[in-house]
């Protein structure tokens, strides 16, 4: 009950002590600066499909992003004024120069055009594309150009245009080419190659042959800048032109909306006219002097009207902004009720009565009513039931049927009305249902005859605190109460919403039903909820809710307003996103009284704030979301294109992405989440509008970004960049592929090899064993033996004592083969203590014959090794092979080289009949050696000497 009393308290204060502090609304410059004296000076304003404004100025291509302006670089040097722009239907982006030159934008870089005609040697004005695809320019003396098949052709007064000098261009599809000229207007047409031209001036009835502007609004209407006579409304079939009384000057530019005319004049800054569809007059609103010399017009996709001259640029307050009616604070403060009738009036409280405001000659005009039963009471409540009559609802007064046509005012008294303290009135055709702090009243009306039924004590809705009543299209009848939240009356039986799962809001102030027959209420501390029949959607600050505290609900066409106290949100039911109206521009106090707002049938929804009520059409425009745009994307700190499937090599890994969101209406609002698919889990929230991402592996990738007005992401615009970073040319499936082939082929010549190494090393063995053994045999070869015995018996019968050391020398020589014949290796000096032994018993059987002779520096016997024998078989195949006496000695030497090889030389003494030679014993010693895998054995020969080199090998 403590609950109930504080929330009767606050309708109460609501009611009768609201304070409305005003502040007019207010418009945001910018400046371009530059370092330069010589500032630059905007000569023409363009946004393209991205958002982005662009300023065409005396200093080059400027983009403005809500914060800043920034410079477009260019390719070639183009010393003159943007003084054109254009973005055609295939995203390319025109510009004209005051020297003539035609320059497109590429990856945010001017290039200048070439046609084979050359470029045009005044300054290009306008550009514009027809539904064709033709690309025409509007030129400041050559008259006008058309690019067809990347060619340039010319129409100038040869061909029937009233004059060269073109201002503006603009097309539609039903009027075709206009030009706006120094005489007066040309329609312009191609058919095949024929030029049609039709032209109209001062002749014709033109106020003024100088068209500097021409304006197309969204109803093919014409609309006519000119250069003394001001503005003119141009009808083509009755040749008919309407023009204001002008007095402010030369007119730079005009724009049109279905409220206002804009129109940016030399002499006398912005000029704003009310836009009286019949044209009979034109009605100065106001003048804004923020830029002294305004040059040209902009209306940018959210509804914004930018204005530009010299510098500066400024942002005034939305087209679909108007002020209906002008009020002071005090008057402001004393409105509780606004209610929009079937006869395009709109009514609203004033003490002891009512005011109504409506349209003659498309100008606001008002008539006041007095009701005397509310002289000293507060109107709270309006409603209109059939028969134009205007229900009236007081605190403490209770409700007066008002009649504005027959005058008459109808008091009801009923009991039933219980202690006539009235907050909402509403109906569906003859039934009205009227709820007040003590619960509900049905009316019904026939025959301009009331009956009552007080809901009360009726236990179904819950509460008696009632605050609101909604009618929707089904017939139910829904009840906002304070304390069991949402109450409806269905066939005569009531149930709580309450009881539905996910349902919200225990105190609800506000009831409406949107176009798609979803029902939207207010609450006291949950925000805004939406029930579609059978989910809540919640709305809150976390999903963009400007403030949980909520004056006002009202639709307005497709969409939900949402009214705080200095902020207007405007739900879209279809996507639940939420855009606001520009607080920066509209900074004014909203009254907060519940029934202060109402709606009409076209989609525009009134409000009172502190200085006048205001009416605001929610279009498609209004409720603009901010889009995202990747400006340039850096890779390695150079400019690439934005486009989409670049692919990169594995080490060109650095990118940096810089993206902008574009809301010109509250910039500071935007924020922004991005993701690159593969590399981020999460979307990540930044403030920032650059990202770089440092040494990405290879893989596919794709940066996104999106961006909103609050903290809900949900179909957000979205942009996005896709790309691949190869992997290296090692880590590619040919690359594997050849490795595993090149691998496999490897290891199978290195079983080969090593197969073949085993077969050969078992060679090898298999030689050396055959050696050992030749050379064994050799040695107890029966020759041998048998001559040695012969030898030995002969010293035993001359020299007794000699045949001792013959037969120790014997056993000296069998031992040391014994000893040796193992080895793969022996000391140098025990192969020639061998060969001594083996010489000394050659020596004595050939005595002076044979001359054996070794000279061998002691440091390399020393420090060499030699296979075993090897000087033994060499000095015995010497032997075998000539002729050994006392007349044809065999001289033998042993000598080492420099290198590291014993030289093994004899003379050659040939046999007359030679010895069968088997060449076993060399075959022996070079297979010795090549199992060593060292230096080969050398063997020359001539007529004189047998020369054989054996390498050494070193310890």
Known sequence: ?????????????????????????????????????????IVTLYQNNDGLILCGTTKGLFRFDGFDFSAYSSRQKIDAAVTAIFETKDNRTLIGFENGNIAELKNNVIQLLHF?????????????????????????????????????????????????????????????????????????????????????????????????????????????????????????NTERTITA?????????????????????????????????????????YTDKSISKTTCLLKDREGNVWVAGDNQLLRTAKTSLEEVYQLTPAQAAQIHCLHYTTDAALWFNIPGGLTRLFKKDNEWQNEDYSLPAFASTTISALYESPGDNIWVGSLGKGITVFNHKTKTQLRLNDSLLINNNTITITG?????????????????????????????????????????????KKKRIWFATDGE????????????????????????????????????????????????????????TNQGLSDMSISGLVKAGDYIAVIHKNIIDVIDPKTNKITYLDRALMNFDINTDLNACTSDKDGNFYFVSGN?????????????????????????????????????????????????????????????????DNYDKEWVNTKDREKNFPNLPPGSYTFRVRVSLNKNFENASEATFAFVIEKPFWRKWWFFLIAVIIIGAFLYLLIKQR????????????????????????????????????TLVSEIETNPEDAVLYVEKIADFYRSIIQHRDKDLIPLRDELNVLRDYSFLQEKRF?????????????????????????????????????????????????????????????????????????????????????????????????????????????
């Open 1 to 41: 009950m403590k609950k109930c009393c504080t929330h009767i308290f606050l309708i109460c204060i609501i009611f009768c002590n609201a304070t409305i502090f005003a502040q007019t609304a207010k418009n945001k410059l910018y400046v371009l600066e530059s370092d330069e004296t010589d500032k630059p000076k």
């Open 116 to 236: 084979e005609e050359g470029f045009p040697k005044v300054a290009i004005k306008s550009i514009i594309q027809d539904s064709s695809g033709i690309i025409w320019l509007g030129t400041a003396g050559e008259g006008i150009y058309f690019i067809k098949n990347d060619r340039l052709y010319n129409i100038n007064e040869d061909d029937g245009l009233s004059d060269n000098y073109i201002y503006k261009l603009v097309y539609s599809p039903q009027l075709g080419l206009i030009a706006a000229s120094d005489r007066g207007i040309n329609f312009c047409s191609l058919k095949g190659n024929k030029k049609y031209i039709s032209t109209y001036t001062s002749k014709n009835g033109l106020p003024d042959n100088i068209v500097r502007s021409i304006f197309l609004s969204n109803k093919n209407e014409l609309w006519l800048g000119m250069q003394d006579a001001g503005i003119a409304a141009f009808n083509q």
């Open 245 to 285: 009384t002008w007095n402010y000057g030369q007119v730079n530019d005009l724009l049109v909306s279905p409220s206002k005319i804009y129109v940016a004049t030399e002499d006398s800054a912005l000029m704003i006219f009310d836009n009286n569809n019949n044209k009979i007059s034109f009605n100065k609103f």
């Open 428 to 472: 569906d055709s003859n039934i009205i249902w009227i709820s007040g702090l003590e619960g509900v009243v049905r009316a019904t009306q026939q025959d301009n005859k009331y009956t009552f039924a007080n809901l009360t004590d009726t236990s179904g809705i819950g509460n008696k605190y009632v605050y609101d009543i909604l009618c929707d």
């Open 485 to 540: 939240g949402i109450s409806i009356l269905n066939n005569d039986k009531f149930y709580h919403l309450k009881n539905k799962q996910g349902y919200t809001g225990n105190v609800v102030y506000k009831l409406i039903e949107d176009n798609y027959s979803n029902i939207w209420y207010t609450t006291y501390d949950k925000g805004v909820i939406k029930y579609d029949g059978r989910t809540f959607t919640s709305f809150a």
């Open 612 to 676: 006048g009520i205001y009416k605001y059409a929610v279009t498609a425009a209004t409720v603009q979301q901010p889009t995202v745009t990747i400006d340039r994307v850096e890779l390695f700190l150079q400019n690439i294109a934005t486009t989409n499937d670049h692919t990169f090599s594995y080490h060109q890994n650095n990118l940096n992405f810089f993206f902008t969101g574009i809301y010109y209406s509250e910039p500071e609002k935007v924020q922004y989440q991005y993701k690159l």
């Open 755 to 790: 197969e073949k190494r085993i077969t050969h090393l078992n060679t090898l063995k298999n030689e050396k064993v055959q050696s050992q053994l030749e050379t064994l045999r050799n040695q107890v070869n029966p020759h041998f033996l048998f001559n040695s015995l012969n």
């Open 847 to 955: 005595a002076s014959g044979l001359n054996i002779k070794v000279d061998v520096d002691a440091a390399v016997v020393a420090s060499s090794y030699i296979p075993p024998l090897v000087l033994q078989m060499l000095v015995e195949n010497a032997i075998k092979h000539n002729i050994i006496s006392k007349n044809a000695p065999l001289r033998i030497e042993i000598t080492d080289a420099e290198d590291d090889c014993l030289v093994v030389r004899n003379n050659i003494n040939k046999k007359m009949q030679p010895e069968k030679r088997s060449g076993l014993g060399l075959q022996n010693i070079q297979k010795r050696y090549a199992l060593l895998q060292v230096k080969k054995v050398s063997i020359e020969s001539d007529e004189d000497f047998f020369t054989v080199k054996i390498p050494l090998i070193k310890s």
